[in-house]
C-alpha cells in the first residue's frame, strides 16, 4: 500500500493529534483554501506574502496584529512544528557551554539542540506519582528548593525551560514559577506546545496560558493544541530578558527558506478562529461538552485521570491490571484510535470536532476489553530514580561527537550513554548523552521495557 492511500483510510474514531479530527475541525477558511484545484495554493515566498522574518508581507501583517491582539513584543509562526521553534528559542537563551535549567520531562527536542550547540541541560527532577506512572505539575515550593541546590554564583544559568501543560494535560499556576525565575532576571521559555488554546479561551476554567503569566517565550504546536495542520506552531516573545536579534538570528538558523505557503496560512486561520466570536463560541461549547464526556464516564466507573486540560480523556488502564500498550492495541484493532499509550495508561485526544457518539462507544470498547484481556498484578511503575537537580557525567556536546559502539542494553550498566532513549510519544528523553547508566537508572529503564515495545532487548549507543 503506497502512503497516499493509507491517508485515505478510514478510522471509526480518531482521536490523536493533529487536533482537527482528520479535517472536521479546519478552519472554515482554510478547508475553503484546500478545496480550490490541488497544489494551487503552494506558492513560493512571493513578496506580498513574505516569510514569518519579513518585515513586510502578509504573514508579517498577521504576526503583527497577533502580537498586538496579545501585548507580546512578537509572534513567529513556524512550519517544523513545535519542535522547531522551542529549538531556536532555546539558542537565543543560552551560547554553546552554557548552562540550562529543565525539568526532567522535556521534550526531546532540546536535548537534540543541546546536543548540536553543547548547552549544558541541568535537569530539576519533579514529583511524579507512581499510580499513574506521570510527573505531576511543578510548584512554586519545588522550585524553590530546585533553586536552593544551585550555587548560582558558581553556575551560571542562562535561563529556565518549563512544559506546561503535559502531555496528558497536567497544568499548575506558572506565573509564580515565572516570578521567581525573574527575580534571578532568568529568562523563562514555556513548552506550552498541548495548551495554545488556553490562550484564546480565558475564564473557562482553564490554566492560564503561560503568555498571560509573563513568560519570555512561549512555543505553543497549533496541531496539537489549536487547529492547525501538522507541523504548524508559534512562538511568542515578550519582555527584556531575551534579545529580539539574537531570537531572530536563532528562528533563521533553523527555518527552511521555503516555507510552506500551505502551512503558513494555517498558522494564520487556526489562531484567527479562535479570535473568531462565533467559533470561538463553538469551541466553547466543545470543552464543556468534552467536561461531561469525563463527568458520563466517571459515572459509569470508568477509571479516568483527571488533568487540567478537559480535552484528554486520560484512561487509567491500570487500574484493571491493564496496561496501556494491550489497551491501545484492543482499541485500534476496534477502530478507537488513541493518542499515548504507556504503562499505566491510554491517553486519547479529543480534540476540536463534536464527539457526540463518544461515550456510548468508549464504554461499550472499554467493557469488552474488562471481559477480554488477562489482568496483571504486578503492574507497577519504579519511582524515576533522579536527584532533584542533576547534569549529565559528561559534556552532552562533547559526548554526542565522540565514537560510540552499540551495545545490547542488557550490558549497559555503569556505562555513559552516547545515545538519547527516548521512545515517542511522548518523546521525554529516559536517558540522554553524557548520563551514566547507574544501577538505579539500569533497574528504571528496565522495568519500562517489560511494556513498551520499543525498549525490548534494544542496543544503546555508549562511549
Ligand atoms: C511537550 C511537548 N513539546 C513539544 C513537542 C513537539 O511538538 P511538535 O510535534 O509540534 O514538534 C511535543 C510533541 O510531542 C511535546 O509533547
Not at 543560552?94 to 541541560?121: D, F, T, W, Y
Not at 503561560?210 to 512561549?218: H, I, K, M, P, R
Not at 483527571?306 to 487509567?316: M, Y
Not at 504486578?378 to 536527584?387: A, C, H, N, T
Amino acid at each position: 500500500m503506497s502512503i497516499s492511500s493509507f491517508l485515505t483510510k478510514k478510522f471509526l474514531k480518531s482521536l490523536f493529534f493533529p487536533a482537527h479530527n482528520r479535517g472536521s475541525a479546519l478552519p472554515k477558511k482554510l478547508v475553503k483554501l484546500l478545496k480550490k484545484p490541488p497544489g494551487y495554493w503552494d506558492l513560493p515566498e512571493l513578496p506580498e506574502i513574505g516569510s514569518p522574518l519579513s518585515q513586510s508581507g502578509l504573514i508579517a501583517k498577521s504576526q503583527r496584529e497577533f502580537s498586538e491582539k496579545f501585548k507580546a513584543k512578537g509572534c513567529f509562526f513556524g512550519v517544523n512544528g513545535a519542535s522547531g521553534l522551542i529549538q531556536s528559542a532555546v539558542i537565543a537563551i543560552a551560547k554553546p557551554g552554557e548552562n540550562i535549567l529543565m525539568p526532567r520531562n522535556v521534550h526531546i527536542s532540546v536535548i537534540k539542540i543541546c546536543a548540536m550547540q553543547n548547552i549544558h541541560p541541568i535537569f530539576f527532577d519533579l514529583e511524579f506519582s507512581s499510580e499513574t506512572g506521570h510527573y505531576k505539575p511543578i510548584t512554586k515550593n519545588w522550585l524553590k528548593n530546585v533553586f536552593k541546590k544551585i550555587n548560582f554564583n558558581e553556575k551560571k544559568i542562562a535561563g529556565v525551560i518549563l512544559v506546561s501543560p503535559s502531555y496528558h494535560g497536567y497544568a499548575g499556576d506558572l506565573k509564580p514559577l515565572i516570578d521567581l525565575c525573574h527575580q534571578k532576571k532568568l529568562p523563562v521559555l514555556v513548552d506550552e506546545a498541548h495548551g495554545s488554546y488556553f490562550l484564546f479561551c480565558e475564564n473557562h476554567n482553564l490554566p492560564k496560558s503561560a503568555l498571560v503569566s509573563n513568560a519570555d517565550l512561549v512555543v505553543h504546536s497549533l496541531h496539537k493544541s489549536l487547529n492547525g495542520l501538522t507541523q504548524t506552531a508559534a512562538l511568542w516573545y515578550q519582555g527584556n530578558l531575551v534579545n529580539k536579534q539574537n531570537l531572530i538570528k536563532s528562528i533563521n538558523l533553523l527555518q527552511t527558506t521555503s516555507p510552506s505557503s500551505l502551512l503558513l496560512s494555517s498558522c494564520e486561520e487556526s489562531i484567527k478562529d479562535w479570535l473568531n466570536k462565533k467559533s470561538l463560541s463553538k469551541y466553547q461549547k466543545r470543552i464543556l461538552e468534552a467536561r461531561s464526556i469525563y463527568k458520563k464516564l466517571t459515572q459509569k466507573n470508568i477509571p479516568l485521570i483527571e488533568t487540567q486540560d478537559p480535552l484528554k480523556i486520560v484512561l487509567n488502564t491500570s487500574k484493571a491490571g491493564i496496561d496501556g500498550f494491550t489497551a491501545d492495541k484492543f482499541f485500534y484493532k476496534n477502530g478507537l484510535i488513541a493518542e499515548l499509550p504507556e504503562m499505566m495508561t491510554l491517553t486519547f485526544c479529543l480534540g476540536f470536532a463534536n464527539q457526540k457518539d463518544f461515550v456510548n462507544l468508549f464504554e461499550k470498547l472499554w467493557n469488552k476489553l474488562l471481559l477480554n484481556s488477562k489482568k496483571s498484578k504486578s503492574l507497577e511503575v519504579l519511582q524515576s530514580p533522579f536527584k532533584l537537580v542533576q547534569a549529565p557525567e559528561i559534556e552532552i556536546g562533547i559526548v554526542w561527537r565522540s565514537e560510540t559502539r552499540s551495545i545490547p542494553f542488557s550490558q549497559s550498566l555503569n556505562k555513559i550513554s552516547g545515545d538519547i532513549i527516548c521512545p515517542y510519544p511522548p518523546g521525554i528523553p529516559l536517558l540522554i548523552p553524557g548520563e551514566k547508566i547507574d544501577i538505579d537508572r539500569f533497574n528504571w529503564i528496565n522495568n519500562q521495557s517489560l511494556w513498551n515495545k520499543d525498549l525490548v532487548n534494544f542496543n544503546i549507543r555508549v562511549i
